[in-house]
Structures are given as structure tokens and as C-alpha cells.
């Protein structure tokens, strides 16, 4: 997708959750200033943030065990502003902050735009506050916001794509896996067995059965028998 079209598939995800217009522009002003709406987007330096909104340290280790792709994104943005935590691993993010609008308060859409998108940056974001540019962010969020609102929104794309199971067994590249994306990501494990039947690939995670235990693993972790 180009970058025209990010922009405009997450202001109809976020509309088709109920953020009011101002809310939404108050995201994107955010995300423009993390990641110019690149969901592959690596921080430069020490490699920390990750996608769209630079989830980094525990944040980005939930994103990645749920998934990275643009679908997976959006879903774990809403459950970490909204609380609607579903599947995702995600926690409720939003911390309410003196001399800024409240979380009830951002998902009503009350207040100015300026204000919103402060309430983002310093509530839900939480960048380093003297590399925050809080005003790059103000003045795409306005933007944004004169750019989208009133606009028509289409249902966005926003399941990623489920494929049917692969069938017979698999084997995984690498039995001593680091960073499989189940309960132990982040942390080496040893399968237990030498092939696994995959249950289902959901985008770019499939799920596998070790044993009596269902894991999750990358799917180009997988070598088709």
C-alpha cells in the first residue's frame, strides 16, 4: 500500500470504532511524527520502535507476538487506547496525566485538536518529552484533519487475511527457536518434536501443535514437508 492509502485506511478503521474526527486527526498527527505511516518502520539508531507507532520494549514485544502487519497494527492500537484488549496480548496503555485531557475526555473527542493530540502524545505515546516535537505533531493532526473530515469512509481491510491450513506436517527451521511468538516470546525454547501439523496461518503467524502444546511461530520459520 502506498502511503496515501495507510493514511486513509487508518482514519476509516479509526472512524469505524467510533473515534470522533477530532480524536482520529489527533492519532495520525501522532503517527506522522513516529513513523511517516511506515508499518515496517525500524527506529534509527538502536533499533527500538517498531511500526507505525514506534512500539518499543514490552509494547513491541506484545505487538510482535499478536503480529506486525499493517491488519495486526490497527487491532493492537485500539486495544491498548481503547481497553477492548480481545486476543491481542495488549495492555491498556492511556495514562491519565495532569494538565491534559483525560482518557474519557480523548475518546469524546472533547477538547481542541492541539489538546488531543498532546493528550496522545504524552498520555498513550509517552515519547521522550525533549524529543517529543509536539508541534510537528499539532500541525499534521491539523492537517489530517482538514484533509479527512466529512470523508466518506469505506469498511477497511482491517482482518488480515486467513489462509487454509497447510496440510500434513511441517518442520521449523530452526528447532531452538528464539523469538517465537507465543507465551515464551523473547526466550529460547526447545521443540519438543522434529515436525508439527499447522492448525491454522493467519497472515504472517501460523499455529502450530509441539506435542500437546499450540504455539504460534513465524510463518517463514516453516518448511513445508
Known amino acids: 500500500m502506498t502511503r496515501e492509502e495507510i493514511e486513509q485506511t487508518t482514519w476509516d478503521y479509526l472512524r469505524s470504532q467510533g473515534l470522533p474526527e477530532l480524536s482520529c486527526a489527533a492519532v495520525m498527527g501522532n ?12 527506529e534509527e539508531g538502536n533499533g527500538i520502535g517498531l511500526g507505525l507507532c514506534q512500539w518499543s520494549f514490552e509494547r513491541r514485544t506484545q505487538l510482535e507476538a499478536y503480529g506486525t502487519d499493517l491488519h495486526h497494527q490497527f487491532r493492537f492500537l485500539w486495544a491498548e487506547l481503547s481497553g477492548d484488549l480481545g486476543d491481542t ?3 491498556f496503555q492511556w495514562g491519565n496525566k495532569s494538565n491534559y485531557l483525560n482518557h474519557d475526555q480523548f475518546m469524546s473527542g472533547q477538547g481542541s485538536l492541539n489538546e488531543l493530540t498532546s493528550a496522545f502524545c504524552f498520555c498513550w505515546e509517552r515519547p521522550n518529552v525533549a524529543l517529543a516535537h509536539l508541534a510537528r505533531r499539532q500541525d499534521s493532526a ?4 482538514n484533509k479527512f473530515t466529512g470523508r466518506q469512509t469505506t469498511d ?6 486467513t489462509d487454509p491450513a497447510t496440510p ?3 518442520k521449523l527451521k530452526n ?6 511468538t507465543d507465551s515464551l516470546f523473547g526466550r529460547k525454547f526447545i521443540s519438543k518434536n522434529n515436525t508439527f501439523v ?6 504472517d503467524i501460523c499455529i502450530i501443535k509441539d506435542g500437546n502444546i499450540t504455539r504460534k511461530v ?6 513445508n514437508q
Open 218 to 223: 513465524p510463518k517463514n520459520n516453516i518448511i
Open 31 to 42: 503517527i506522522e511524527a513516529e513513523s511517516e505511516f511506515d508499518p515496517n518502520l525500524i
Open 89 to 91: 496480548g495488549a495492555n
Open 168 to 170: 500434513g506436517d511441517v
Open 142 to 145: 491539523n492537517t489530517y484533519y
Open 175 to 180: 528447532r531452538y527457536l528464539y523469538g517465537a
Open 156 to 161: 477497511p481491510p482491517i482482518d488480515p487475511p
Open 198 to 203: 499447522v492448525s491454522k496461518v493467519i497472515g
